[in-house]
C-alpha cells in the first residue's frame, strides 16, 4: 500500500466522506479512486492536486515526508476549547519562516517518474507519478552524491541479475558522465530503457541486459539520450 493511498483513506474517513463521493469530486471512478488507496495504482501529481482540493487540505499533506507526522489534518483534535473567537488568517511568524526554511534543507524532494516524454525540460511535469524525499545529513541526502537526480520505475525485468526487478525504484544521477560498465537510463525511439552501457570505440555502444531473455543492442552515441546513471535501487515488495 502506497503512503498517498493510506493518506487519501485516512483523511476521507476523517471527513466522512466515501469512496463514490470522493471519486465524484475528483474527475475519478470510483473503482480507480480504490485502486489509489490500496497501492494498485500511483497517482499523477495534477490528480492529487485534485484529490486534495476535493478534501480541502494541502498537496503536502498527501504527499509522502519523513515529516507528515508532525502534520495531521485533524481540525478536532488542533482546535483550542472554550475560546469564544476563532482567530483567522493568522500571519506567519519569523518562527514559522524558520522551521519552514529548515524543513526544505532537511529533505530533498526527488520526482518519481514511470516515462519520459520528452528530454527537453526534463523531468517533464506530465511524467511524474509521485514524489520521495531523501532526508539531508549536512547538506548531503542519504548515500547520494550531490546533484540532480529522479526515481525511475523499472519497465522490465532486464536487469534482475543486477536486482532490479519490473516495479522497483532506480535512483538515477542524472549526468552525461558515463563510464563503461554503468548501468544507465537511456532514451531510444521514444523509449526508455535500463541497460548496461559497453563503449566500443568513439561512436558504437553496447546496450546489454544481464537477463539472457532480453537481447544485447548495438548502436551509436548519436542515436540514443542517455538521462543518467543509476546509483541505488529500492525493491518492491
Known sequence: ????????????????????????KSGVTEQYLADIESGKKIPN??????????????????????????FEDDDEKNE?????????????????????????????KIPVI????????????????????EPVFQNKAANVPDGEFVYYIAQDNAMANSRIL??????????DSIRNGDIILYMEKNKCYIRRIAFLDKEDILLYADNHEYQPILSNQKNINIIG?????????
Open 45 to 70: 501529481q495534477k490528480l492529487i492536486e485534485s484529490i486534495s482540493k476535493a478534501l480541502g487540505i494541502s498537496v503536502d499533506l498527501l504527499e509522502p515526508s519523513y515529516f507528515s507526522q508532525y
Open 166 to 175: 519490473k516495479g522497483d525504484l532506480a535512483l538515477v544521477f542524472i549526468t
Open 114 to 133: 514511470d516515462k519520459i516524454t520528452s528530454v527537453k525540460d526534463f523531468p517533464n511535469k506530465n511524467d511524474i507519478v509521485d514524489y520521495k524525499y
Open 229 to 237: 546513471k543509476v546509483v541505488r535501487v529500492e525493491f518492491k515488495i
Open 1 to 24: 500500500m502506497s503512503i498517498i493511498g493510506t493518506n487519501i483513506r485516512n483523511t476521507r474517513n476523517k471527513k466522512n466522506l466515501s469512496l463514490k463521493e470522493l471519486a465524484k
Open 80 to 108: 483550542p476549547k472554550n475560546l469564544k473567537h476563532k482567530i483567522t488568517d493568522r500571519k506567519p511568524s519569523e518562527d514559522d519562516n524558520a522551521i519552514s526554511s529548515a524543513l526544505s534543507k532537511a529533505v530533498r
